[in-house]
């Protein structure tokens, strides 16, 4: 059973920051690469940023490239997002997965699954 839960989602004006969490409740997240996605109404899910098994390596969508930094823990089991200067358009819901295949950081429409429930980011004008 591999199963993700995220959490600090919540409302902010533009400029504001949050920090999310993926936390690994049911198994070591220490063996897996995280993905962090986002789904605004009507859209796709589109990847935002993703982490290496160890922390070393990283890699970001270009629309949030110098304000998100993605993060883990290991022996919290748990990954995390950093977001400051939220803009309007980063409004969405929030989840993290895990790689479907080893040793990469792509972030395209199937290279993560295992979702978690997601949390909602709404980031007000």
């Known amino acids: 059973q591999l199963k993700l839960v995220e959490s600090g989602g919540g409302l902010v004006q533009a400029g504001g920051s949050l920090t999310l969490s993926c936390v690994a409740s049911t198994f070591n997240l220490e063996y897996y690469g995280v993905g962090w996605y986002r789904q605004a109404p009507g859209k796709e899910r589109e990847g935002v940023a993703s982490?290496?098994?160890?922390?070393?390596?990283?890699n970001y969508a270009d629309s949030v490239k110098d304000r998100f930094t993605v993060s883990r823990d290991n022996t919290k089991n748990t990954a995390y997002l950093q977001m400051n200067s939220l803009k309007p358009e980063d409004t969405g819901v929030y989840y993290c997965g895990l790689p479907v295949l080893s040793d990469h950081l792509r972030l395209g429409r199937y290279d993560y699954d295992h979702w978690g429930p997601g949390t909602q980011v709404t980031v007000s004008s």
């Open positions: 982490i290496s098994i160890n922390g070393g390596s990283t």
